[in-house]
């Protein structure tokens, strides 16, 4: 679930690419499915055929070899060769003549009776010689005539491989106890044996091998001594794992080949076809190359594709996102069109025409929230300047009833004279915070007049933030609600604090008392009122008032806020932007 949830994160740009994948890759798949089991279809259907192949031509070997052993006994007991070998030298020279011509006839009739037979020969050790079917005048091979013999052989196999020749032999008597009184043997032709062998899968360029590893011997269709080391390591795996015939695949020189293997207990031998899988496979390999070849194309229209849909979607439609993200970030931009009279150049234009449309309204209702937003301004500062004004006045009127306080009464008047003209010589909504806070200081000297040395003040400002631009009156106001609520009733002596500094985003003042009118009740119910005071629209003073005009110079996240001070009595935060 969380997988399809992801998914519908994806992009429009994504979701198309992967349905087109979707799409291409299950017919690239099926394509590539068609062509390995047409392969294997064509490997199995190759190789039964070749093994029926072999099992023709190696059942045509085992008749040949099976008659000839079948026939040898009957000519052993030929009653010539039984005469000449008992009886040797002792024949008269035309007897013996005739003997051995007679004898040669069979030999020779023998010899042809077979096309797998190279020559047919008797070793007679009584007169020394060989009978050949056709030469009259042999000697006798004595390592020959010794391997022929049976005593000398340690298998009971009718085959014998001697000399790279292979024969067959019986003795005469058939007992290994006494020197025989002679040897018929059959030498079998090699190289119609490799004719054989050859025709297994000449067709497809194969080479055949007959192994007897019990024995060492091998005949194979060529003379490549490297396709023999194959052979013979194939066979010793096959007749291990006790398979006598079937087809695997094997490596030869690099390459890969069909071998179809079937195995002859009359030879005691396999016959292996090593046959080039490229030739088995060769019109499949030509459709390999060319599914690769459609895979590389395939590649292409993707990338293709990719690009045209980019260029032609993705990229016009995250224009169009990243617009209004603009839009988002109050960005009124519109969009450069490019496009014809497509789907997206329709787009565009509705967007610009939005973008008009929302440009005419914002600065409609912006230039009629400026004129709202100073019209209240204005009224707030008509607000501070008579109530200020009423306390001069009857602070004024206290001083010169008493003849004893004329000089104050005559200092109080500079310090009216220097406030009012701070108030009066311009009508600018924001000036230097430096004549704020001298201002402010004006007004704390006109206080001292009033309360003497019974509340002592203290101003700390940082230099660098003098250089800032505030709304006139916003400092001594809260400093005025402090000597009003706080400290103007205290018998005990007051203490007022007035320090500035820069803080990461804006300048703020702090001005705390120890006056002890105010509960905790009394700073909660007061910040309550100054975060709902947009909403309030009667006549406002202190607090409320400058809260409300540094909020709508600088914007909600400044203002006044009210916390319990250091020094027992109620802290004033007055947050102000930079700007």
Not at 93 to 99: D, F, K, N, P, S
């Amino acid at each position: 679930m969380k997988r399809l949830l992801r998914l519908r994160d994806f992009s429009i740009f994504h979701k198309m690419l992967a349905a087109f994948l979707a799409v291409l890759f299950p017919l690239m798949a099926v394509t590539w499915l068609i062509n390995e089991k047409g392969s294997e279809s064509i490997r199995r259907e190759i190789s039964l055929s070749t093994l029926n192949t072999t099992r023709y031509y190696l059942e045509s070997l085992d008749k040949e070899a099976d008659r000839i052993v079948r026939y040898l006994p009957k000519y052993v007991t030929d009653d010539d060769l039984m005469e000449i070998a008992a009886a040797g030298n002792e024949l008269s020279v035309y007897e013996r003549t005739q003997t051995i011509w007679d004898i040669q006839q069979r030999l020779q009739l023998m010899k042809e009776s077979s096309p797998f037979i190279e020559e047919a020969r008797a070793y007679v050790p009584s007169i020394g010689r060989t009978l050949l079917s056709a030469d009259y005048e042999t000697s006798i091979d004595r390592s020959e005539y010794e391997a022929m013999q049976t005593k000398n052989r340690t298998y009971e196999e009718p085959l014998l491989f001697w000399d790279d020749r292979l024969f067959i032999s019986m003795q005469v008597p058939a007992v290994t106890q006494r020197e025989p009184l002679f040897v018929v043997g059959v030498e079998l032709s090699s190289q119609r044996i490799r004719q054989s062998l050859a025709q297994i899968g000449s067709t497809l360029g194969g080479k055949s091998v007959l192994v007897n590893v019990d024995r060492g011997w091998h005949i194979q269709s060529g003379s490549d001594p490297a396709l023999v080391a194959t052979a013979e390591a194939f066979v010793r795996s096959v007749r291990a794992e006790g398979k006598t015939e079937g087809y695997e695949t094997v490596r030869y020189e690099g390459e890969t080949y069909l071998a179809v293997y079937k195995f002859s207990p009359l030879w005691n031998s396999y016959s292996v076809s090593l046959i080039p899988e490229a030739n088995v496979l060769g019109p499949i390999r030509k459709y390999r190359v060319w599914f690769w070849w459609a895979c590389a194309l395939a590649a292409l229209v993707v990338l293709f594709f990719s690009y045209s849909l980019f260029r032609l979607i993705y990229r016009p439609l995250m224009r169009l996102v990243h617009s209004f993200r603009r839009v988002q970030q109050n960005r009124l931009e519109p969009i450069a069109i490019d496009r014809g009279r497509d789907e997206f150049g329709y787009l565009y234009q509705a967007f610009n025409d939005t973008i008009h449309s929302l440009r005419t309204l914002i600065e409609d209702n912006y230039e009629q929230q400026i004129r709202n937003q100073r019209s209240e301004l204005k009224r707030l500062q008509a607000q501070i300047n008579p109530h200020f004004l009423y306390n001069c006045f009857f602070v004024l009127c206290r001083l010169i009833k008493s003849d004893r306080q004329k000089e104050k009464a005559y200092q109080f008047c500079l310090y009216i004279g220097e406030y009012f003209h701070f108030i009066t010589r311009n009508d600018e909504d924001d000036i230097p915070l430096e004549l704020e806070v001298k201002h402010s200081r004006t007004y704390v000297d006109m206080q001292s007049v009033c309360y003497g040395e019974r509340i002592h003040v203290e101003f700390d400002c940082e230099e660098q933030g003098l250089a800032l631009t505030v709304p006139r009156l916003v400092l001594q106001p809260v400093i005025e609600n402090a000597y009003k609520h706080a400290l103007g009733n205290m018998r005990a002596e007051g203490e007022l604090w007035v320090r500035g500094e820069r803080e990461a985003d804006g300048f703020a003042f702090y001005v705390e008392d120890n006056g002890n009118a105010v509960t905790e009740a009394d700073i909660d119910r007061l910040n309550a009122r100054l975060r709902h005071s947009e909403n309030r629209f009667e006549e406002t003073t202190g607090l409320v008032n400058v809260h409300r005009r540094i909020q709508l110079r600088y914007g909600p996240g400044y203002g006044v806020s009210i916390a319990r001070s250091e020094l027992g009595g109620m802290r004033v935060k007055i947050f102000i932007g930079l700007s």
